[in-house]
């Protein structure tokens, strides 16, 4: 038979010190750990969605979240030419407005080779019509099961297939910003009814500020619910209060109430008058609500 020594009576307080005192700091281990879990924001649950590109792309993924249900639509956003679209979706601003306003979110990765986008004739993603925005319809359906409404961003090579996108599609738009973006369509199809969007560019990317003005003040010719942000002392870069800003207006749009829209004219930052938006259209500014007009008045620079 095996016998088992025991501890002489001596030992046996010690052991249950030592006991007691070990317990206590799985405890207290156990109950920091608990307090950094909640204390600690859930990690970005972000996956790729790949979709076959089509000819002049290269690349053509979906980087979404999975934890935000696009209830209220979906915000895309689109980086500069060629860049990771996971970079735009992972910045916790626009996190956190898609989760506030039941938005799904996704940001896209397009890419085309450079000869392709700046040659003559031009191809690739820029142009949806060649089959970048098909991709961009198909793969968010077969991600939320259904065709979904859109908010769109886009900067610089995004905010060129933004705005093409939402020309072709516009009954797919809720609202659209496109941010220094340096070749624009030609032609638009606006008109009142088309989704209300924004065109804006810092003053000093001069290559990008003619043209976007000039993209502009054709949608406006079209009596096109379209607003004018120049952001002053600032070259092609993202900018923080103007992402700020479009988040402003997209909530504005999502909540749908335009009773109290206002005109600005673009130069004066004045109101105009029906009158006046009929003589001069181009340089007429639609703001959805007074708050929203107030933002625009503190970051506009003519």
């Known amino acids: 038979m095996i016998q088992i020594e025991q501890l002489s009576p001596k030992w046996q307080p010690r052991r249950h010190l030592f006991t007691s005192i070990g317990s206590l700091i799985f405890k207290v281990n156990l109950w920091c750990w608990l307090a950094l879990a909640l204390a600690v924001p859930a990690r970005a649950e972000m996956f790729t969605w790949h979709v076959v590109p089509p000819p002049g792309m290269t690349k053509s993924e979906l980087n979404c979240e999975r934890n935000f249900p696009a209830t209220n639509g979906v915000l895309v956003l689109c980086p500069g030419m060629n860049g990771d679209g996971a970079i735009l979706a992972k910045d916790s601003a626009w996190r956190a407005f898609a989760k506030e306003r039941g938005l799904g979110l996704v940001g896209v990765s397009f890419s085309s080779p450079p000869e392709l986008l700046y040659g003559d004739p031009a191809i690739g993603y820029y142009y949806p019509e060649q089959g970048a925005g098909d991709v961009l ?166």
């Not at 008109?191 to 054709?218: H, L, M």
């Not at 952001?231 to 207006?249: A, D, Q």
């Not at 009929?278 to 003519?302: D, G």
């Open 137 to 302: 319809i198909r793969g968010l359906r077969e991600l939320y099961g259904k065709d979904v409404k859109l908010f769109l961003y886009g900067f610089s090579g995004g905010a060129q297939f933004c705005a093409r996108f939402t020309d072709q599609h516009p009954d797919r738009v809720l609202s659209w910003a496109a941010y220094a973006a340096c070749f624009w369509a030609d032609h638009v199809s606006a008109n009142p009814s088309s989704p209300p969007g924004i065109v804006t560019c810092g003053e000093f990317d001069a290559d990008r500020y003619g043209p976007a003005f000039g993209y502009f003040q054709q949608g406006r010719r079209k009596d096109a619910r379209w607003t004018w942000v120049s952001v002053g002392n600032i070259g092609h870069v993202r900018h923080k209060r103007l992402e700020e800003f479009i988040r402003s207006y997209f909530s504005a749009v999502l909540a749908g109430k335009f009773d109290q829209s206002v005109w600005l004219d673009a130069e004066t930052m004045e109101p105009t008058t029906e009158d006046e938006r009929l003589l001069t259209p181009a340089l007429s500014v639609w703001l959805p609500t007074p708050e929203v007009k107030e933002a625009w008045l503190k970051l506009h620079h003519p």
